[in-house]
């Protein structure tokens, strides 16, 4: 059983990359928000989720283990696949899933491909009294802190719902935010975090 591999990222998909260790290619699936952390053509470390089926053996990576912590949590839920839980990843952070979830927030999850409207019921009502219990892990990643206060939770969903990537748009919205400061509204936000990803 594979847990981790340490090696150079050869190559990056929108949903997978390849992490050459020892001259030894392995195939990595991996939501959208570890892939953005890797480091391309340099060495870097994941933790790996081994899932061994009748036909293959597929390897999951993470950036982090609460991201592995909550793909492991998803896939108890009935009706939920691995490619549909790296989906949930992608669109929502560890500490995005938690607060999604308390809050009841059906929407919140329907964002992510694969998952309708009864998925995100059973869901909720399987995940609420679990996961408070579960970590935050570091956000989006370390130099990328969840939106603070509701105008920024805002421009946020504005920005994602315009096609940006989370990841992008949270990243341009927190250079926007430390900018601009708390007391900064949301047309500002959103007017100022589209000119940043224009560049």
């Known amino acids: 059983m594979i847990a981790k591999l340490t090696g150079r990222i050869e190559a990056q998909e929108a949903d997978r990359c390849v992490v050459d260790v020892g001259g030894v290619g392995y195939l990595v699936h991996a939501s959208t928000r570890t ?61 995005d899933l938690i607060a999604t979830i308390q809050a009841g927030d059906r929407g919140g999850l329907t964002r992510a491909p694969g998952v309708g409207a009864k998925l995100a019921v059973r869901l909720l009502t399987e995940l609420r009294e679990k996961a408070g219990a579960m970590p935050v892990g570091i956000g989006p990643s370390p130099a990328m802190p969840a939106p603070n206060g509701r105008a920024e939770a805002d421009a946020l969903s504005a920005l994602v719902n315009l096609g940006y990537r989370r990841a992008e748009a949270q990243a341009a919205l927190a250079r926007v935010a430390e900018r601009l400061g708390d007391e900064a509204g949301l047309d500002a936000l959103i007017r100022d975090s589209l000119k940043d990803l224009a560049r």
Do not use: C, M
């Open 35 to 95: 892939l953005a952390a890797l480091p391309s053509g340099t060495a870097a470390s994941l933790l790996i989720e081994t899932h061994v089926r009748e036909d293959a053996i597929v390897l999951y990576g993470f950036s982090d283990s609460a991201e592995r912590d909550w793909f492991r949590l998803l896939t108890t839920v009935q009706g939920v696949g691995a490619k549909v839980a790296l989906n949930i990843l992608s669109a929502l952070s560890p500490r």
